[in-house]
């Protein structure tokens, strides 16, 4: 059951990023020698997700022998259990729009069988020099000279005082070159952030430089190399804050019972003390989060914006769920990259396109797929999913 769980978990990455994907028939060129698999509905995975997380999650038995030599929860059948409801709440709330009925009826049995109930839950990989954090690893390796903090999200975590800033960023101010980025200029100071703007490439970018009053494109934030993202970070699956925070957008919307400010001001808590888990230079003190989260409840009329834009943060590293999430809810309400060179100029990524070898080895299976999701016009980048409506 936990296999189950995690299969799910790892088909809903798949089928997120292409739509349609082979399902039913993947993997069996190993076992059946099916070298060609057909591929299967989002619609229809999704109907099978729910049902292999409900199943699976519910057949899960705390009484029984731990789970032999599985390294996210060390065999605690418990948490793998509230890991399972937590993923059948991610996966029934992706349906908003597509499948409202069958999304409250998942919210249902996601809530009724037990979600994450504190950080001690989280789905978390812990990461080793042997087994690297794949993120941390890119970031904090040759090219982290290439890699800044963008500026709307800084902004927005500036707007608040986010003390998670401190956390994730850090800035070589004036520097002029990667070989300048050293740590006599090395600052955490939140009040000295500067995210870099959209649209530019390594030259362009140079004139943005005055209005942002940074050096040169090496002076602006970065996400912390020497702390946040190295290559024995943790990496996390799904956390409590996350869930929290679909529960409360499930509150709102009549799909469960509680109260969603609580469980909005539990998450944005829950994420802030998360912090300490990248270590003591990332963590946030016990006083600061008490007197953020007492000064950011959820406020009536706003609390689908709010909660959209704090899922957004209290998914970092998990790119995957942000993007996700962000196609379904519209939330943070963002500037597509205005880069003059882009493929869909003014346009998000809302997929990605099936790869090139796919059309050689799976041809036939490949096209079909892309007809029945609307043809060649839907199978760009600013394409859009099954469950992602307009």
Known sequence: ?????????????????????????????????VTR????????????????LDEASAALDPAKTKISGEILFAGDVTKWKRFGNSLLLRAAM????????????????????????????????????????PI??????????????QKEFVEFLKTTNDP??????????????????????????????????LGYNDVTIA????????ASMYDYSQFDWQVVFTNTSPQWFCTYGQTQLLLA???????????????YSNAIKADLERM?????????????????????????????????EQYWVVSIPNGFEAWSNFRRTGYPNLTPNPYPASEIPGQFIRRHVYPDAEYVANKANVEAAVTSQGGAANAKMNGRVWWDKP
């Open 276 to 308: 300490a888990d990248f270590g003591t230079a990332a963590a946030v003190p016990a006083a600061t989060v008490t007197a953020y989260v007492a000064a950011n409840p959820l406020v009536a009329g706003n609390e689908l914006k709010m909660i959209g």
């Open 37 to 52: 698999p057909v591929y299967d509905t989002q619609q229809n995975i999704y109907s099978d997700i729910l049902k292999e």
């Open 249 to 263: 957008e499930a509150i709102v919307r009549g799909w469960a019972a509680g109260d969603a400010s609580a469980a």
């Open 94 to 133: 992706r349906l908003q729009k597509a499948d409202a009925s069958k999304a409250q009826t998942y919210v249902t049995k996601a809530v009724t069988g037990g979600l994450m109930a504190s950080n001690s839950d989280n789905a978390k990989l812990l990461r080793t020099p042997e087994y690297p954090n």
């Open 164 to 197: 998670r800033i401190g956390s994730y960023l850090h800035r070589f101010v004036g520097a002029l070159s990667a070989t300048q980025q050293t740590s006599a200029i090395r600052t955490k100071d939140p009040t000295k952030v500067k995210g870099m703007p």
């Open 136 to 149: 941390g690893t890119e970031i904090s390796g040759n090219e982290k000279a290439n890699y800044y903090a």
């Open 1 to 33: 059951n936990a296999a189950r769980i995690w299969k799910a978990y790892t088909f809903m990455i798949l089928t997120d990023t292409y739509g349609d994907v082979p399902y039913t028939e993947a993997g069996k060129g190993y076992t059946d020698q």
């Open 207 to 214: 004139t943005t430089l005055a209005a942002e009053g940074v």
